[in-house]
């Protein structure tokens, strides 16, 4: 497949590189027919997942044709159920904004057609490779023939549309079946087809199709004859002058020019098995694709059979600049996709990996293992809630101890004793202000063990630490408040300074339902 840029007058004026249909963004238009148009496009997964896939849209000026519509479902709906290897895989069908699209496997090759006139301008496409190329089409042409429904019974799939535009050849050697655009499942009584209305290519048409007669399998054996005689020869068997005289060729009773008649040394072998398939009578060809691949795995004999590895090697001869092109174009819109991803949607997740993924966008924060910078600050506290964080670190931790060593003194003077240890109550009051030592530990655990505080830790320590600090005036004046002889004067006015700080302590952030 290649790109084709000057395609895109052809699409919606909303549809683009960039666009994005369901889960697949197109990356860069690669062929249009008459009934739509193929773009390069990728699947966008989860943790930079992507694929890169053909994706296939229907021409606005066909959007309001219900028959059109119609052969376009179908074309999902059946060739999505062939397996094969010689086949197009078709992976899923979509509409958005009025746009249906059929997604199929990316296929990084040329179409036969393709393959036809560029070695036509060399030496020609050796009959050898022609043969190897014509066999793997019928391999995944019998697939489709022999597609059968959840009963078990054969839905009668004909392509109807067989040509050289709708065989892709891999720069792999092999040989996959496109399109089955105008397909038609006998079977099942379709009636897409009206009275008068030819489906597919008109060169190769078979007589059958061309008279309107009932058609089954056999229509794409001849086509596939026509395809490997234009290949072989050089020449088409029946296209004229005019679309009419072509129609003609085709429905007379005049048999097909034998090859050998203009090129001598066409093989006999090969010559038997084309004529058989280009017979006018359909009773008189082969009855499936199968016996068509088989017979043409016999017509040359053994040492000018050619290989998946002799196909490969002769298209990466003749398109090995396009090739290198093709992908170059690929990566760049890749490479283009990636930077409009980034610049529109910074942070977000994409599909290459290189920008945080939606899920690891918004994490937990591990208060307990922060890191400190030289300030003491937490390096994640960026990443904490405002109200998560503590205005202070030091002062939440003076008045803890100030509270502490208040209530030792009351404890003490409630005991009876005397003055004197009043004045060693007091003393450790005062070097606890100044001390920077025990201040981070005490103010860095309630903070890192709030979650799941254990049941006996005091709740009134987790609400200190996290509020804003009062002044530390209770812890100098507490020992100049002692200083009366009854024990219960001192422990009235001792207990005064607990309650302080609890009217002034906001709500703990703990219990805040927006943490």
């Known amino acids: 497949m290649n790109p084709a840029p000057n395609l895109l007058p052809n699409t919606p004026s909303d549809l683009g590189p960039g666009s994005v249909l ?8 690669i062929a249009a027919g008459g009934m739509a148009m193929v773009w390069a496009a990728r699947l966008k997964g989860t943790r930079g ?20 519509e119609r052969m376009f479902l179908s074309e999902a709906s059946l060739a999505s159920q062939i397996r094969h290897p010689n086949a197009v895989e078709i992976l899923d069908l979509g509409e958005q904004d009025g746009v249906l699209f059929l997604a199929m496997e990316w296929i990084d090759g040329i179409p036969l057609n393709q393959v036809m006139k560029v070695a036509k301008r060399q030496s020609g496409m050796p009959i050898p490779i ?10 995944g042409l019998h697939a489709a023939h022999e597609l059968k429904d959840k009963s078990g019974k054969l839905v009668g799939l004909v392509h109807r549309d067989i040509s050289p535009q709708n065989i892709l050849v891999t720069y792999n050697g092999l040989a996959k079946v496109v399109d089955f655009g105008v397909a038609k499942a006998t079977a099942l009584n379709d009636s897409t087809t009206q009275a008068g209305q030819l489906k597919g290519k008109v060169s190769y048409m078979a007589p059958e199709q061309v008279r309107g007669d009932a058609i089954d399998r056999r229509v794409d054996v001849f086509a596939m004859g026509i395809v490997l005689y234009t290949l072989t020869t050089g020449k088409h068997p029946f296209r004229r002058e005019s679309e009419g005289a072509t129609l003609f060729a085709i429905s007379s009773t005049d048999p097909v020019e034998a090859p050998h008649e203009f090129q001598a040394d066409y093989p006999a072998s090969l010559e038997a098995v084309l004529m058989r398939a280009l017979e006018k009578e359909r ?24 290989t998946d590895e002799d196909v490969a090697n002769f298209v990466r001869e003749l398109f090995e600049d396009q090739q290198e092109q093709t992908r170059a174009a690929l990566t760049e819109a890749l490479e283009r996709a990636d930077r409009n991803q980034l610049s529109n949607h910074p942070g977000s997740s994409d599909v290459t990996g290189r920008s945080p993924s939606s899920v690891s966008a918004f994490r937990t924060v591990n208060l307990r293992g922060a890191a400190r910078d030289v300030a003491g600050q937490s390096a994640l506290d960026d990443e904490i809630p405002p109200f998560a964080r503590p205005r202070s670190r030091a002062l939440p931790a003076v008045v803890i101890l100030g509270l502490l060593a208040a209530g030792g003194l009351a404890v003490l003077l409630q005991s009876g004793d005397a003055p004197a240890p009043l004045p060693s109550g007091a003393a450790p009051a005062a070097p606890a202000s100044t001390a920077p030592a025990p201040a981070p530990s005490r103010a860095e655990a309630p903070s890192a063990t709030e979650p799941g505080a254990p049941p006996g830790e005091p709740s009134a320590t987790v609400s ?15 020992p100049a408040r002692a200083t009366p002889r009854r024990p219960t004067k001192p422990a009235e006015q001792s207990s005064s300074p607990t309650p302080t700080p609890t009217p002034t302590t906001p709500k703990s952030w703990k219990h805040d339902p927006g943490f």
């Open 22 to 29: 369901g889960r697949y963004e197109l990356l860069l238009p």
């Open 49 to 68: 997942f992507q694929k890169i896939v053909a994706v296939k849209t229907m021409l606005p000026t066909l959007s309001e044709d219900d028959q059109f």
């Open 130 to 139: 022609a043969v190897r190329i014509v066999a793997q089409a019928c391999a």
């Open 283 to 306: 009773d008189e060809r082969y009855a499936t694709a199968n016996e068509l691949m088989r017979a043409l795995d016999k017509a040359l004999p053994p040492s000018q059979r050619a």
């Open 464 to 478: 200190a630490s996290a509020a804003p600090a009062p002044a530390p005036t209770p812890v100098p004046a507490s």
